[in-house]
């Protein structure tokens, strides 16, 4: 439930939060009967597409995050932070940060993990992988005093540092410190974390990964001895051999199971579907307000109207969506606060397109302004099963109110690189995650503010206070009050 828009900023975000978001921000997760060898094996599918098992490799990485590699902190299940390699963590002024880890953890090839492990990893990372340097970039200092204690120094007090910590993969340094680039390092010992199984093979021929419990972790030997992902290049071939047995859980990053396959699921005995609150977005259009012509509000404005939200309920929400609000906050999310509805009105787009000066002198359908026709780039992720059909369905909403739309489909690996390392998009189709939408200063600002991951590259003044002001508030009550006029900034 979500397609928003955002007012000086950003987006509409969300392409109808679309689909699953959709309802209310809801989504599937979807698990199948415990079959009698469930306890030794559970094979899992995924439309994930791993390509290597480096570092850098995105979905591998999320596998890494899962099974094998831990961080300082994480979340539990209620969604508050729990130790992960910490023990403890304290602050006194938000800006100096003191981690006590825990006793007798090891690598998986047996040497212990200590705090030198940490501090090196929160400075390797950031210096090779670009994506970590807007998570990490507060961080001035590391310090690891003795084996067990990390101390992190920020250039500015932050109290959500913790939800920033949360990716952290702890690197062993003895590994890694040699490793120049880590983009290009395939080799198993790559691998090797801390976490409650230990990666033993990716066989690309099969697309199978493979992982075995870790009988020396920390909280005790893992009650499924054997994980698999088997990776399908459709959702249709994985949903089918999730009918016939064949796998016991379809998985996919920050998703849940599509809408549309919902119904035939149900008619099989053998698999439940769980609805839950969705903290993240599926489906999201971002606008780089720094690029015209979207640096315009008005402009942004006119392109909400001409997005048919009905139509795209009808089909990706099967019967579990919602039309949703010009918020950019899943309604799942504590804090959440009622905004407008968004509203299909392409005479509105139509009128608001005019005033601007964009009009069809040609009559090819395509409106021009300065002797230029009006046409739009729009970066699509290629691994989202849905993005296609939606960005076919944007590009006939916009052809109807003269707005020509490019559709440029690309791997997760191009998308990263136009988005996050040369921000030289003019619009994105991509998600949102619950994490991403916690870190920063939460309800989706890294998404945003320029600062940081920056899809939306809002630079106003007016948005950078309000994020600061939600990063360095201490008080809970005055957090919300803070991203509540946040919410409604993004919304107007």
Not at 70 to 75: H, N, Q, W
């Amino acid at each position: 439930m979500q397609l928003n828009i955002i007012r000086n900023v950003v987006i509409f975000s969300l392409l109808l939060g679309l689909v699953l978001v959709l309802a209310g921000c809801s989504m599937f997760q979807t698990d199948q009967e415990p079959s009698a060898n469930s306890a030794s094996t559970l094979t899992i599918g995924t439309t994930m597409d791993v390509k290597g098992i480096n570092i850098d490799d995105y979905y591998f990485g999320i596998m890494r995050g899962a099974l094998t590699h831990l961080g300082l902190v994480a979340f539990d299940e209620q969604g508050n932070y729990t130790g992960a390699l910490a023990e403890s963590w304290e602050s006194q002024d938000a800006q100096t940060w003191t981690f006590k880890l825990k006793p007798g953890i090891t690598w998986h090839d047996g040497q212990p993990v200590t705090a030198a492990d940490v501090a090196f990893s929160l400075e390797y990372l950031p210096a090779k992988i670009p994506v970590y340097q807007s998570h990490f970039q507060q961080i001035e200092r590391v310090e690891a005093p003795d084996d067990q204690t990390v101390i992190v120094k920020l250039s500015e007090p932050n109290a959500r540092i913790l939800a920033n910590l949360v990716v952290l993969r702890t690197l062993p340094k003895h590994i890694f410190a040699s490793i120049d680039n880590p983009k290009e390092f395939n080799d198993k010992q790559a691998t090797i974390g801390c976490g409650p199984y230990i990666f033993e093979s990716f066989d690309e021929a099969a697309g199978v990964l493979t992982f075995r419990a870790n009988e020396n972790y920390y909280r005790g030997t893992p009650n499924i001895q054997q994980i698999k992902f088997r990776l399908f290049k459709n959702p249709d071939t994985m949903y089918l051999a999730l009918q016939k047995g064949e796998i016991d859980l379809p998985y996919f990053y920050a998703a849940g199971t599509d809408p549309l396959y919902a119904a035939n699921l149900t008619q099989n005995q053998n698999i439940k579907l769980h609805l839950i609150e969705n903290q993240g977005i599926p489906n999201a259009l971002f606008f780089n307000t720094q690029k015209p012509p979207v640096d315009n509000p008005r402009f942004r404005e006119a392109l909400s109207y001409a997005i048919e939200y009905p139509e795209m309920l009808r089909l990706f929400g099967a019967g579990y969506g919602s039309i949703p609000q010009a918020g950019f906050v899943p309604q799942g999310t504590p804090g959440f606060i009622e905004t407008r509805q968004l509203t299909y009105g392409p005479d509105q787009a139509k009128q608001i397109l005019d005033e601007l000066g964009y009009h069809d002198r040609n009559q090819d359908g395509i409106r021009e302004k300065d002797g230029q026709p009006l046409e739009l780039e729009i970066v699509v992720r290629n691994d989202i099963a849905e993005n296609a059909r939606i960005a076919d369905l944007l590009k006939q909403n916009l052809a109807a109110v003269g707005v020509k739309l490019n559709v440029k489909m690309v791997d997760t690996t191009v998308f990263r690189t136009i988005s996050d390392v040369e921000r030289s998009h003019v619009s994105l189709l991509t998600r949102t995650t619950a994490w991403g939408m916690m870190m920063w200063g939460g309800y989706g600002s890294g998404y945003l503010d320029a600062r940081n991951i920056g899809w939306c590259m809002v630079t106003d003044p007016a948005f950078h206070a309000l994020v600061d002001r939600m990063i360095l508030t201490l008080d809970q009550e005055q957090y919300q009050k803070e991203a509540a006029a946040y919410q409604r900034y993004v919304a107007e």
